[in-house]
């Protein structure tokens, strides 16, 4: 008799591909989001929106669909495998993105932005599975570092993108693009084997998931990060949504947008990578809770600034990143300490709790955006606004003791 024959091994990218191609299939939703800013006044103009502010909801509606979508594809990759599902939601990207290139109309485009967004929710989401199948540890960290320093870049250049695609060829020509980055990104992930092992399949059990969710909502400490991290995130997408109205109307430097944008990413990539430097010397907690009062004190200095008149581009744009820079201390810190408690849950709970910030997090945007009335007042007020509100929560969930550093939770493999 002969043996069975060993499975066949997984032969995998090298390192450095790997990095860069995880970080492009998570770039292609920061694409999709940023290229669009600079070609809104097109996009009104060429569908017949009368109204300046209706234009944020090609930015609002792609946001609310990555939020329900955070919810179903973290339990759909452990069931279905990461390529099991990935692949078929970059053929639905591309087709959405094809879709909005022939919009013929802005509510059509709108619903087509939404689908656009739900089955966008699928890249982070598997990227993270992805790595976190492959590796474990300082290893696991190591690799997610890299591939959000590649990310990062996306972000600062898309204005660019969008502002020269649309110059030459017109707006439609983005998604175009869009779809053909995600073709590209389809045959690339041909050198990607499974990496889901089969023994690791979960079946889909929505009973179970139901409990975890309701677990998630009741628990005081998660819950009150959850929602005050949504706030601050929201804050941010206020920030997306009306940005280029602000550029353009208040400071009347529509050239300068892709510059001004890159800017700001900047803060907030320095901020990121500042916090991973110095979050295990003082704490998840002190960090994010001096982020929020430093939030809230530039936050009233841009509201000084905007009632001044005296307010200049690149005082708004320095403000702005030390602003945006903040948010990036608070969302991965808040992030953090809402799933310190759900080790034996964590793929539920950190599916749900992506859900409900991500779905937050676009409503208040949406409602932040609209508020624009050609000054950045509005925009300043609802910083501030999100912070008291965030900071409250905090002040709730922590009962009242601020600056703490509970003792640190047992280390796991992941």
């Known amino acids: 008799m002969h043996n069975p024959a060993p499975p066949p091994k997984r032969t995998l990218p090298g390192e450095r591909e790997m990095v860069v191609m995880m970080a492009m299939v998570m770039a292609l939703n920061a694409l999709a989001i940023d290229a669009m800013l600079p070609a809104l006044p097109a996009i009104g103009k060429g569908l017949g929106v009368l109204v300046a502010n209706d234009r944020q909801y090609v930015i609002s509606l792609y946001l609310l669909g990555i939020g329900f979508g955070s919810l179903i594809y973290g339990p759909l990759a452990d069931r279905f495998g990461r390529k099991g599902v990935l692949v078929p939601a970059l053929f639905a990207y591309v087709a959405f993105s094809i879709g909005c290139g022939l919009a013929t109309s802005f509510s059509m485009l709108l619903a087509l932005r939404f689908g656009h967004g739900l089955v966008s929710a699928a890249l982070g989401v598997i990227v993270v599975a992805v790595i976190r199948d492959l590796f474990a540890g300082d290893a696991m960290a190591k ?224 409602l932040i955006g609209q508020q624009y009335d050609g000054s950045t007042l509005p925009l300043a007020c609802a910083f501030l606004i999100s912070a008291v509100v965030g900071l409250a929560l905090v002040f709730w969930a922590e009962r009242g003791k601020l600056f703490t550093r509970p003792g640190t939770a047992p280390k796991t493999p992941f």
């Open 143 to 366: 690799r997610l570092s890299l591939i959000f320093l590649v990310f990062m870049i996306v972000p600062i250049i898309a204005p660019t993108i969008g502002a020269g695609v649309a110059a030459v060829a017109g707006w439609r020509s983005i998604f175009i693009v869009l779809a053909v980055m995600g073709l590209v990104m389809i045959g690339w992930l041909r050198r990607l084997p499974e990496t889901l092992v089969p023994g690791d399949v979960r079946p889909l059990d929505w009973r179970t998931m139901v409990s975890g969710w309701a677990t998630v909502t009741r628990h005081r400490r998660a819950a009150g990060y959850m929602i005050a991290s949504g706030m601050m995130q929201g804050a941010l997408y206020g920030y997306l949504n009306s940005s280029e109205q602000i550029i353009d109307e208040v400071f009347g430097a529509q050239s300068w947008f892709p510059l001004i944008f890159a800017c700001v990413a900047v803060g907030i990539a320095i901020a990121n990578f500042s916090n991973a430097a110095i979050v295990e010397r003082f704490g998840a907690r002190r960090v994010s809770q001096t982020a929020v009062f430093a939030f809230m004190a530039s936050s009233i200095a841009q509201i000084v600034a905007a009632l001044s008149g005296a307010e200049t581009l690149w005082m708004f744009t320095a403000l702005m990143m030390v602003n945006v820079g903040l948010i990036g201390f608070i969302g991965s810190n808040f992030g953090s300490i809402a799933m310190e408690d759900f080790g034996h849950m964590a793929g539920v709970a950190s599916s749900y709790q992506s859900f409900a910030k991500t779905l937050l997090a676009a409503v208040v945007g949406a």
